[in-house]
């Protein structure tokens, strides 16, 4: 990952140049220190998928009365993540307790 020397934001890769999506700034690749930068999932475990067909709905976690745009249920489990840049409002993610649709809402 590289970062924009001019402005701070992250930087994509075209062909051998980084160049930054904010400002345009570019800047050459050097093969050598991103090798350096490479990220290895060595050592780390995988997650398994977890069958929850026999938890309870109390057990899932919080509800929220929100309408399913799939079935119109007015009840659905809910979580809130962080997924945008940190002085940004989080993001919220549905499940409806009926049909098990998944949706989110973001504030704008």
């Known amino acids: 990952m590289e970062f924009c020397d001019e402005c701070g934001s992250m930087m994509k890769t075209d062909d051998e140049r980084w160049v930054c ?10 093969a050598e220190a991103e090798q ?18 026999e938890v309870d709905a109390e057990d899932m976690g919080p509800t929220t009365g ?5 079935c119109g249920n007015e009840r659905a489990f809910y979580e809130m993540k962080q997924i945008r840049a940190a002085d940004e409002s989080e993001t919220r993610f549905f499940t409806c307790t009926e049909c098990e649709h998944k ?6």
């Open 21 to 30: 999506g904010s400002c345009g700034y570019e800047k050459a690749r050097n």
């Open 36 to 53: 350096e930068m490479a990220v290895t999932t060595q050592g780390q475990e995988e997650s398994e998928v977890v069958d929850t067909s």
């Open 66 to 70: 929100a309408r399913c745009p799939e």
């Open 103 to 108: 949706w989110r809402e973001d504030d704008h």
